[in-house]
């Protein structure tokens, strides 16, 4: 029994790396896309590669990282109507068509375009696997294996960028084009597909709590993998509704007046402290409330700050990197191929950081995460406008570290803020909203390349406005867990 959950888990993992965030990857394939001259129609006649169509290849990525966290509204509602199952073989299905289309793209006949859909088709289909990945029982059990559960799916859907890394190393030693590389790749899609019903549950776990006798699949399976009825965690999500104190005593009980109603119920007593509504989810009793919320608002413009200016950074290495060196990309770029090549390998690299975001996010003030990044931010709008090759392996490695833990403490921080709707409802509409503001970086792109042909103005404002929103999150986030603590406080002593 233990070997068949964990086996499905560690199976989800590996098809996790494989699919599902291949288009990270971006600046190692972009070489194969300018050797298959996709796009180069947009240059004149006698020109290998121009501006012109390495700004259609920068729009092309930005198009798909926004079509991907725009995805990430629609799969939520989608896989609880129909169920991780299907909605990872959907995502198979899109993942698959995507592979053909980008095959069959050839400068040749005319039909570049198709290597443009398929991309953004790739950006479509990959939040329909990854978030059906999080359906897995290690995610659903108690806190030491969600815990590792959790940290193997989202650590495997980083690392899917080496794929695009691999396709470019066989492009280079057997001189494989397009049509071989993802021909071969649409394999693996298809692959998941024939193991998702072994993998997934039919149905979603309900959000609702439900009866407490009621038994499924997933709870069988969350049996295999050690979880405990009992367990508060798990009975949350089994639709088991529990009124257990949790055992860290060092959690704060997140409450608020706005929890309880004492002039219905006869008692001023609180509800038990379960975490369902966070620091002020309970203010906010319709989901329209909590969006005009002035929290909701000031989270949401810092996610925009860092969506766009990590993705401008990914869109661009490349560019920037020629700009640092001042080689010309119509001769030999032995140095920015380098760089480009050490941040393809320390993008799916990224998960070692695992352990150093988990600790600064358990060991300290929520608000201190938000700093902590706000003060990267800083140090990236510097180094990164200086003209030093070298230092540039330090920005790359703190734009990594940077977006790696911004991914992961987004969640974490609505879910503190919000509670469940937080995860749910909340971090699903910042990311679209985000999603919608990315679209922003063609302008940004073609401002640096082609108007001020320097990357210092944007480099300095896109860091700029991250550290000036993470400062004014982490002090909102500062004042709103302290009044939480005090209302928690003052109902303790109320009812002692």
Request: glycine share 8%.
């Amino acid at each position: 029994a233990w070997v068949h959950g964990w086996g499905r888990v560690l199976l989800g993992a590996f098809f996790t790396f494989l699919v599902s965030f291949p288009i990270a990857g971006f600046q190692a394939i972009l070489p194969v896309l300018k050797d298959e001259s996709i796009f180069l129609s947009l240059c004149d006649v006698n020109q290998t590669t121009c501006d012109a169509q390495v700004l259609r290849l920068d729009l092309m990525f930005t198009i798909t990282m926004s079509a991907l966290n725009a995805t990430g509204l629609i799969v939520g509602f989608f896989i609880a109507r129909v169920g991780p199952r299907t909605c990872c073989m959907v995502g198979c299905g899109i993942l698959t068509i995507a592979c053909v289309c980008i095959a069959f793209a050839s400068h040749s006949v005319g039909t570049d375009w198709l290597c443009f859909l398929g991309y953004v088709l790739m950006g479509v289909g990959g939040p329909f696997v990854a978030f059906s990945m999080f359906t897995l029982p290690p995610t659903r059990a108690p806190a030491h294996a969600m815990g590792l559960g959790f940290s193997l799916i989202i650590g495997a859907f980083d690392g899917s960028a080496a794929m695009f890394i691999f396709m470019r190393l066989i492009h280079n030693s057997v001189g494989a084009g397009l049509r071989t590389l993802f021909c071969s790749y649409a394999a693996c899609p298809i692959a998941l597909m024939v193991f998702a019903p072994w993998l997934f549950a039919t149905k979603a776990v309900d959000s609702e709590p439900g009866p407490a006798s009621s038994t499924t699949k997933d709870d069988e399976d969350d049996k295999l993998l050690g979880a405990d009825e009992k367990d508060p965690v798990l009975a949350g999500s089994s639709g088991i509704k529990s009124t257990t104190r949790p055992e860290d005593a060092s959690a704060p009980l997140l409450i608020n007046e706005a929890d309880w109603d004492d002039g219905e119920t006869g008692t001023d007593t609180p509800p038990a402290p379960d975490g369902k509504n966070g620091w002020i989810g309970g203010r906010y009793p319709t989901n329209m409330s909590m969006f005009t919320s002035t929290m909701f608002v000031l989270f949401t413009v810092w996610v925009i700050t860092y969506v766009v200016a990590k993705f401008f950074y990914l869109t661009n290495l490349y560019d920037q990197l020629l700009w640092i060196t001042g080689e010309n990309r119509h001769d030999d770029t032995p140095r920015a191929d380098l760089g480009a090549l050490v941040f393809s390998i320390l993008m799916p690299a990224s998960a070692i950081f695992t352990p150093v975001t988990s600790f600064l996010m358990d060991r300290y003030h929520e608000s201190a995460s938000v700093m902590i990044m706000g003060a990267l931010s800083a140090i990236l709008a510097i180094i990164s406008s200086i003209k030093l090759f070298e230092l540039q392996y330090i920005t790359m490695t703190l734009v990594v570290f940077n977006r790696f833990f911004f991914w992961a403490a987004a969640p974490f921080l609505l879910q503190r803020i919000f509670g469940e709707r937080g995860i749910n409802v909340a971090y699903g509409v910042s990311l679209f909203v985000g999603a919608v503001f990315n679209t922003s970086n063609y302008l940004w792109s073609y401002l640096s390349e082609s108007v001020l042909d320097s990357f210092f103005v944007c480099n300095i404002a896109l860091n700029a406005a991250c550290t000036l929103t993470s400062v004014a999150l982490a002090l909102a986030i500062a004042h709103t867990k302290d009044e939480a603590d005090r209302v928690r406080r003052s109902s303790a002593q109320l009812h002692a």
